[in-house]
């Protein structure tokens, strides 16, 4: 995908449904692969969200190449507690890997468990394409710190270096700026390049990842991350549903993240 189209097009649905029925086996079988949480974890916060039910809040732009990783596993994770519709399909900047994505501009996610809120606010030029909101801006440099100083907040000391997207908040208990280790490595390798890969095929690279084409464009990278995202939500909402937060790869990542010392 070249340019930048400022309404994309809509996500195959081939894509989606790859992302959103990962059997559980396989989550079960990954689990955190080894690699530790990519989350700052918070203590004495203000709850982010409503009764029983927390807010994840992402922002992210879609030049940006980790974005257009995270937001696989974004879907993988949340389809399971919920349902999207209007996904859009988008790629990073031709200048950042252009690795074909979904946008969240516009999508719509129904949810019994977790409130989602994503923003993306520029295209793939840079431009800003939707406005953030003021509370959003706070929560980023609360928790990221503060991007037009370049300065990290203490919630991310030793964790990244400088403000960064795409930032992730899950009720103000689990907050990142950048992605996991294993995708940033998985969008710096070139192996998603647009002109090598479609957003479907990167689907079911991340459906079966111990296949050729899994192996090949690190599905398990995705796999891991959906399984914090997941096990960051049933931390949360009282461990709903069961089927989800029961599951082997949930708690192997559940354990992970209880095991990381809170920043108040």
């Known amino acids: 995908m070249h340019g930048a189209d400022r309404t994309p097009a809509a996500a195959p649905a081939a894509a989606v449904e790859a992302l ?25 916060q203000p709850p982010l969200g409503t009764g029983r039910r927390p ?11 980790f974005c257009a ?28 890997g252009d690795i074909p994505t979904f946008s969240f ?7 019994r468990y977790v409130t989602f809120t994503p923003y993306e606010a520029a295209d793939r030029l840079g ?38 997207i795409p930032f992730v908040d899950l009720g103000n208990r689990y907050v990142v700026a950048g992605t996991s280790a294993g995708l940033a490595q998985v969008a710096s390798s070139g192996v998603l390049a647009g002109d ?14 111990t296949s050729r084409l899994g192996e090949r464009l690190g599905g398990t990278a995705f796999v891991v991350e959906a399984n914090y995202l997941s096990a960051g939500v049933c931390a949360l909402d009282g461990g709903r549903p069961a089927r989800v937060c029961a ?4 708690r192997a990542a559940g354990r992970a993240l209880a095991a990381v010392p809170p920043i108040r």
């Open 20 to 44: 959103v029925t990962i059997p559980t086996s396989t989550f079960d079988r990954i689990g955190t692969g080894g690699e530790g949480a990519p989350f700052a974890v918070t203590a004495g």
């Open 55 to 65: 807010r994840l809040v992402y922002e992210g732009a879609e030049y940006c190449p």
């Open 69 to 96: 990783v995270d937001r696989y596993a974004l879907v993988a994770a949340l389809g399971r507690f919920g349902t999207f519709a209007n996904l859009r399909v988008t790629a990073s900047g031709d200048r950042d």
């Open 105 to 111: 501009l516009d999508s719509r996610y129904t949810s």
């Open 127 to 164: 431009q800003v394409l939707q406005p953030v909101p003021p509370a959003v801006d706070q929560l980023f440099a609360t928790y990221a710190g503060d991007p037009r100083a370049g300065t990290a907040s203490r919630f991310g000391a030793g964790r990244w270096q400088q403000p960064g």
């Open 196 to 209: 090598r890969v479609g957003i479907v095929e990167v689907a079911r690279a991340v459906r079966q990842p």
């Open 247 to 250: 599951s082997g790869g949930v």
